[in-house]
């Protein structure tokens, strides 16, 4: 089979494309030909070596994929459709071991790829909202609104009855952001941003560093700071004793494998339901997972961003 390998860290280019051993699949697992794999920006740091985590060489990155199960302890599950996380690593590959209790069946109405585009996005802001407590009324900004996580968050808060405000960076993001439901959406990349958010009830940072800091400001007495994400390159500084100076809530989830479980299912069923839209930006050849990176470095994708393994006849896309 085919599989991107890391062999060593640095730029995207160190991920090169081989004929690879097929996995092995041991007691418990099942084997998945894959035909989605999802790119986190999370990645392209363990790629570049400043992840927050730095794993043994060599490896395949990917944690999360979807397509068809072709091998299972359960004959039932043969020839079903999934997505699943694989643990960790093997996921930019034609095919995967994974553990087979770790599989969802991709509920019918939902298609393949938007699957996996909510597999760990839809989790993760079916988890944040949750972990939020949104209220109806409440003023919601989200950072890096037209990224995977963001542009659910809009919809989930949105859908809560939240007054939404999305903060991405650019013209072309904050039209994304719109267009994913925010009432209103500004482009933190210009001085004083801050100024057309007024005061909020509820930051979701996915961002961290200054914008981060910036979002913090915004929020009034009595307001929740939802920490999840450093795409700035360095987590959100603010501590709980300042937080609590300003009578503000700092949110950092940590949920249980069985409600993270929970979220992943809830995430699927909306999506099947069409209450959530999961947007896929650009798609990648597994060949090109390089250029994925690339991409994702040069902050120019929008939404998910998919490896293919092959040509896909007849998939829906966002």
Avoid: C
Wanted: aromatic letters at 6%; proline letters at 5%; hydrophobic letters at 45%.
């Amino acid at each position: 089979m085919r599989a991107v390998w890391l062999t060593k860290f640095g730029s995207p280019e160190v991920l090169v494309a081989r004929d690879s051993p097929e996995p092995v699949v041991g007691p418990g697992q099942a084997l998945v030909d894959v035909t989605f794999g999802n790119i986190t920006f999370v990645e392209t740091q363990v790629r570049a070596g400043n992840g927050p985590y730095r794993p043994e060489l060599p490896m395949i990155l990917g944690n999360g994929v979807g397509g068809v199960v072709r091998a299972a302890e359960d004959p039932k599950l043969v020839g079903a459709t999934v997505v699943t996380s694989t643990g960790g690593s093997g996921g930019y590959a034609e095919r995967v071991a994974v553990d087979a209790a770790g599989l969802f069946v991709v509920p019918r109405g939902l298609a393949l790829d938007d699957a996996v585009a909510l597999l760990a996005d839809g989790r993760t802001a079916t988890m944040l909202t949750d972990a939020a407590g949104l209220r109806r009324g409440d003023r919601v900004l989200v950072e890096a609104a037209a990224g995977g996580v963001g542009g659910l968050l809009v919809q989930l808060a949105r859908a809560a009855g939240a007054y939404v405000i999305a903060a991405a960076g650019g013209a072309r993001k904050v039209a994304v952001a719109l267009d994913r439901g925010a009432d209103l959406a500004v482009d933190y990349l210009r001085p004083g941003w801050t100024d057309q958010v007024g005061e909020v009830d509820v930051v979701f940072d996915g961002v961290g560093g200054d914008i981060g800091r910036a979002a913090f400001g915004a929020l009034r007495v009595g307001g929740r700071l939802v920490v999840y994400g450093l795409a700035s390159g360095t987590w959100n500084d603010v501590t709980v004793d300042e937080a609590s100076a300003r009578g503000v809530t700092l949110v950092r989830p940590s949920p249980a494998p069985a409600e993270l479980r929970g979220f992943t299912e809830a995430a699927l069923a909306d999506g099947a339901a069409g209450r959530l839209r999961p947007l896929i930006g650009q798609r990648f050849p597994l060949s090109a997972a390089a250029d994925a990176h690339a991409a994702i470095e040069a902050r120019v994708t929008v939404g998910k961003t998919l490896l293919e393994t092959s040509p896909v006849v007849g998939h829906r896309g966002s």
